[in-house]
């Protein structure tokens, strides 16, 4: 029961910020103050030290998935499997020029992801426990 | 249900509730109070040629008596409010048609802004009424079509609200404006008005020493206590900037307007102004961060009859760039400027 919960309230969140991906969007489109912040700090980050290396951690995040896969095969690992997938064609895909909430989209994106690893660490206690 | 699961159900119920709280949080609008006649700077229906703010009334009974007035709507973004609801007529210009971060939000070459506005329908004689949701806005765009050029401008008074509070009709969806080819005149008509760059300012300063460089911005911006954007990292203001009392943050010019964003009846704020030399008689540059309050304090003076006012578009923005680059040719003041020690200059 109480895993149950935990995976719809994780999911739900994860639902909740794939919804956060069209929020920022329609902010970018129709509020000023925020397409200048994000305007301005999407360059800023573009030109950091993370910015510059942020290629590898979807990489890092892939290779994860595809060993926890390897070492157990169940639909929540299948799904990070998907995520970081997902997450890595859009760094490689998608640019700061094509789209100006390019930053936004893959911290959102991180964070699903984050919440999955989670979920799964989650759910590897409660069956180890 | 043993004791870990029990806190961690309850971190994750609390995430969820405050997640819930935010995205469900409506913020009430307060009702804004209406302004007397006397609180306004537009007294009465019948404006002067050289009035820009208008009323309601009157541009209700322009629509109707002149068929060439084209009305715009001015925002920012592909016109979301505008769609919902807009004065009959009227069309959408976003403000990126006249300004762009690659150009340090400066507005762009006259030809650019002259395509926008033939676009929309807008030549040299075309009677051009511009209003928004918030003024700055409404007068950032009425700036461009003024300095281009067009005979005729103005800026509905309060406006979508004014429009909405007098019961006047209004319209839903997008009106595809009927271009025009010719603007019948060469751009900038008006070139005297707009200092755009802070080198230009420079040159300005230099033809006449006596030029007041009047801040619109909020007195934590003008005493250096804040940016006022976070896009712009460093705090201060041009060396010789005088205090023009206008905004209280960056986004307002909450000093000029009445609570239902009609204008003020300026007569005790020039009053301010002029205890900092910011007189009718003299050249004056007004200017902010990034020329959008600014563009709201030059129509007012405009309107109030003073001669020799300009708009210094670069702002806060382009100056410190620009002190950045080169900081002795572009000193920065940080601190009140009538008390020396009070004062920091970064050159």
């Known amino acids: ?129 | 249900m043993d004791k870990k699961n029990k806190r961690i159900l309850a971190v994750i119920t609390s995430i969820l509730a405050a997640f819930i709280l935010m995205v469900g949080l409506n913020t009430n609008q307060v009702q804004a109070k209406a302004s007397t006649t006397s609180q306004r700077l537009v007294k009465n229906n019948k404006p002067g040629e050289n009035d820009f703010f208008v009323s309601a009334k009157w541009v209700q009974n322009q629509l109707k008596t002149n068929k060439k007035t084209v009305v715009i709507e001015a925002s920012y973004g592909p016109g979301k409010e505008y769609k919902k609801a807009h004065l009959p007529g009227a069309v959408h210009m976003d403000t990126m048609e006249i300004e762009t971060e690659a150009n340090n939000w400066n507005i762009l070459p006259a030809a650019t802004c002259e395509k926008a506005f033939l676009k929309k329908g807008v030549t040299k004689d075309t009677p051009v009424i511009i209003y928004s949701s918030d003024i700055n806005a409404a007068s950032r765009v009425a700036f461009v079509a003024y300095w281009l050029g067009v005979d005729q401008v103005k800026i509905l008074d309060g406006g979508f609200n004014a429009w909405q509070s007098a019961k006047y009709t209004t319209a839903k969806g997008n009106v595809k404006p009927k271009a025009a080819k010719d603007f019948k005149g060469n751009v900038p008509g008006r070139p005297d008005i707009l200092i755009s760059t802070s080198a230009d300012l420079l040159a300005a300063q230099k033809k006449n020493p006596d030029l007041v460089l009047a801040s619109t911005r909020s007195w934590a911006e003008f005493t250096g206590k804040t940016s006022g954007y976070s896009y712009i990292k460093d705090k201060g203001e041009p060396k010789g900037a005088v205090y023009a009392k206008a905004s209280k943050t960056s986004a307002d010019v909450a000093y000029l307007t009445n609570s239902d964003g009609t204008v003020k009846d300026p007569t005790k704020i020039f009053a301010d102004w002029k205890k900092w030399g910011i007189t009718p008689d003299k050249e004056v540059a007004f200017y902010c961060g990034t020329g959008w309050r600014a563009a709201t304090a030059f129509f007012i003076t405009k309107q109030s009859g003073w001669k020799n006012v300009k708009m210094f578009d670069g702002g806060w923005y382009d100056w410190d760039k620009a002190h950045q680059k080169h900081p002795s040719q572009y000193p920065v003041q940080v601190g009140d400027p009538r008390d020396k020690s009070k004062v920091k200059i970064l050159d």
Not at chain 1, 9 to 18: P, S
Request: glycine letters at 6%; zero cysteines; hydrophobic letters at 60%.
């Open chain 1, 1 to 129: 029961m109480m895993r149950k919960l935990i995976y719809l309230i994780i999911h739900l969140l994860q639902l909740g910020l794939v919804y956060g991906i069209y929020v920022v969007n329609d902010l970018y489109a129709n509020h000023l103050g925020f397409m200048r912040n994000t305007s301005f700090f999407s360059e800023e980050f573009a030109q950091s030290w993370l910015g510059r290396y942020l290629v590898v951690l979807p990489i890092v995040m892939l290779l994860l998935s595809i060993f926890l896969v390897w070492r157990e095969r169940t639909k929540e690992r299948y799904l990070l499997l998907i995520i970081a997938a997902i997450w890595l064609s859009w760094l490689y895909s998608a640019s700061l020029q094509l789209v100006p909430i390019y930053y936004l989209v893959v911290a959102i994106i991180f964070v699903i992801l984050l919440l999955q690893l989670l979920l799964i660490g989650l759910v590897g206690r409660k069956n180890r426990g």
